[in-house]
């Protein structure tokens, strides 16, 4: 039986033929610079827009051009596709959009049927969708992959990964590369085995799977102990990024599970809190490099990485949760840098690589110790920007500390596994976030903007020199980017949970952010 509805269906405005969205425009996004065609708006994962006409000079005019009411609660994490004058986005507990972006009409609404008993870590989130030929794609609570008509609504094909009644979820958006739909699993906080997945567009069959936790024979698999492996984690739950020329997908990882206890998986726990690079036609792992060997403070590399080319190196740079700043080779995986960010009191030493080092103060214990940054990360999940013209990656960095502690936990199916438990650390307050500008050339800080309390929100670059970003207390905000200065912010009334984009049409530029259960566009005065 078809367990979905395609609540509302209304064709596009007479005389609006939407193009195809094939995979050559997807490697030619910069030519596109009035759409924004995957979550973070090119294969580079820059979350840069070319568009220059709001700029530091007319920012300040900035008003909002319309609203749309999700009517769904929870956390807001999308950041929606615009493509040829359509927005494409979801909304929590797995409802679709697609929305007329000239008036934020709907053209066509979907809520999908979830089951009961669904057991999503951090809420009945999703953060986006792909979409290749006339089909967007979105993964789902309850474990699936589906496709859906972009004209329509209606679903196309519907494909079952994984028993979600494990703990297993997808809550990210996916990548479109080639013929192919990639996803990642969340569910790390549930003792999964995580894994990637490759799926045909046309008919939805699996065409590869790579398992982040290695079974017996593969190497890595002597990187935990004993069965540990089976109840591995290492979830990848954030949208990587693909290198066309190499034909590779840049992906990063979770924590090993339990996340805060390592009694009974030791080892360096491979291939957790990793960046991995694999070939987009087969999921063969070329190379990897894990950040924090045998996790002990829920430290996922999730984060969005970002591919830089620089004085002939090709580059990839992350802002890593656990507070330092890596930029790696992307052809070797060899790391050329890590600094921190912000405070971190973990590590204070470094391997012969360069790889920072635990210390013997930071692993928990049963009465509990302060560790920096605390288990939400020096960031998290919210997407960072680079932008070309002032050289800079920009991130939405959080100073809290943490109590650490541990205690045996045994593992259940289905059931939370965490093995640990932790609590703000009272000497370290008040809590409090920022935007940080980072010179991925030294690791160095430029600038930083102060939020009031950490921020969730991502950040967004574009070409008229503007940093925009989100904060807890509901602020939109429009930086200098070369200074970090305030220009201008509006109050959307609610905390803002998702990163930002931008797009063009009829010659006019938007930028749109999700704040609360609503999406808002802004523009120009006429």
């Not at 769904?72 to 007329?100: C, I, M, Q, S």
């Not at 009974?264 to 060997?293: E, P």
């Not at 307050?429 to 969730?456: C, L, T």
Request: hydrophobic share 40%; with cysteine; glycine share 12%.
């Amino acid at each position: 039986m078809n367990r979905f509805l395609a609540i509302l269906s209304i064709y596009f405005l007479a005389g609006h033929l939407q193009a195809q969205v094939t995979f050559t425009r997807l490697l030619n996004s910069a030519k596109e610079p009035q759409n924004w065609l995957t979550y973070s708006g090119d294969y580079a994962g820059l979350r840069f827009s070319r568009l220059d006409q709001i700029n530091t000079g007319n920012v300040q005019s900035l008003v909002a051009k319309w609203v749309f009411q999700s009517a769904a609660a929870g956390k807001f994490e999308t950041t929606p596709l615009a493509v040829d004058g359509v927005l494409y986005g979801t909304a929590p507990d797995n409802r679709a959009f697609a929305l007329d972006a000239r008036t934020g009409r709907p053209i066509w609404l979907y809520q999908r049927q979830l089951p009961s008993d669904i057991r999503p870590c951090c809420g009945r989130v999703n953060r986006g969708l792909a979409i290749l030929g006339g089909k967007v794609f979105m993964g789902t609570l309850d474990a699936h992959v589906i496709a859906l008509d972009t004209e329509t609504g209606n679903v196309i094909w519907d494909v079952p990964s994984v028993d979600y009644t494990q703990g297993y979820s997808f809550t990210l958006a996916p990548l479109a590369v080639k013929n192919l739909i990639m996803v990642g699993a969340s569910g790390g906080e549930y003792g999964i085995r995580g894994f990637i997945d490759a799926y045909d567009a046309e008919s939805g069959q699996r065409k590869w799977r790579f398992y982040t936790v290695p079974g017996p024979g593969e190497p890595g698999n002597d990187t935990w102990e004993g069965d540990s492996w089976k109840i591995g984690g290492a979830p990848a739950w954030i949208t990587g990024v693909y290198d066309p020329v190499s034909n590779q997908l840049f992906w990063p990882t979770g924590n090993p599970s339990p996340s805060n206890r390592g009694a009974g998986r030791a080892g360096s726990n491979l291939y957790s809190n990793s960046l991995l690079a694999l070939n987009a036609d087969t999921g063969k792992l070329n190379w990897y490099f894990q950040f924090t060997k045998h996790d002990e403070h829920d430290w996922d590399a999730t984060q969005v990485p970002i591919m830089i080319d620089s004085g002939g190196k090709h580059l990839i740079a992350q802002a890593n949760r656990n507070g330092f700043f890596y930029v790696l080779d992307r052809t070797t995986g060899k790391l050329l840098s890590a600094t921190p960010y912000g405070k971190v009191t973990w590590s204070d030493s470094k391997d012969a690589e360069g790889r920072p080092v635990a210390n013997k103060e930071s692993s928990p214990t049963l009465e509990g110790r302060v560790v920096c940054p605390g288990a939400l990360g020096k960031t998290n999940w919210m997407s960072p920007t680079f932008s070309p013209r002032t050289g800079l990656f920009y991130v939405g960095a959080r100073e809290q500390c943490d109590i650490f502690s541990t205690a045996p936990q045994p593992y259940e199916a289905g059931h939370a596994y965490y093995g640990s438990a932790y609590f703000p650390a009272d000497e370290t307050e008040p809590y409090w976030g920022a935007v940080r500008a980072i010179d991925p050339s030294n690791g160095q800080m430029k600038w930083e903007f102060r939020h009031v309390s950490p921020s969730w929100s991502g950040v967004l670059s574009t070409a008229g020199g503007l940093v925009f970003t989100g904060d807890a207390e509901g602020n939109f905000t429009a930086l200098d980017a070369a200074s970090g200065k305030a220009l201008w912010h509006f109050q959307t009334g609610a905390a803002v949970y998702a990163s930002p984009m931008a797009f063009a049409l009829d010659g006019k530029e938007y930028v749109a952010i999700a704040a609360g259960n609503s999406l808002y566009v802004f523009g120009l005065p006429k």
